[in-house]
């Protein structure tokens, strides 16, 4: 069971890429939603499956892995998908979702770095690209109305 969840934890092959591996599981998410183009319903209803597998998934991969280790990448999608509910999914909204995703994810403004010190193990790792994802999102949500 260890080797299945440590297999969703990094998607695949896909945390165990040298470089970058957070940037290559948000591609992930970036090329699904390029070329499956999904409606909100339809994130809305993966949205909680996926996070819960990934919090299950990255609790347990952490054991093998290290503590939020890089090569758990499913908290990236996870993130991602946030990021673009409730835009549009045109090329240039998936990909700006994308960079403001990767910043808001590197960067950890308030309350992100607090979160993965004060909530431990899958749940920590997942909250706090959500969270990235919602700060994405919002500037998104900003620039469709006020720009």
């Known amino acids: 069971m260890q080797t299945i969840y ?38 809305l209803m993966i949205l909680p499956p996926l996070f819960f597998l990934g919090m299950i998934a990255a609790h347990n991969a952490e054991k093998q892995l290290g503590k939020d280790s890089g090569r758990i990448v499913i908290d990236e999608l996870c993130g991602y998908v946030v990021s673009v509910l409730f835009v549009p999914k045109t090329t240039g909204y998936l990909l700006t979702a994308f960079v403001l995703f990767r910043f808001f994810d590197i960067v950890k403004p308030p309350p992100i770095r607090k979160i993965e010190s004060i909530i431990p193990g899958g749940t920590g790792i997942m909250l706090d690209d959500v969270l990235a994802g919602m700060y994405a999102n919002v500037c998104l949500q900003v620039w469709m109305r006020f720009v």
């Open 6 to 43: 440590k297999y969703i934890a990094t998607l695949g092959f896909i945390g165990f890429i040298p470089y970058a591996p957070g940037t290559f599981g948000s591609a992930a998410g970036l090329l699904l939603a390029l070329f499956t183009v999904p409606a909100d319903v339809t994130l």
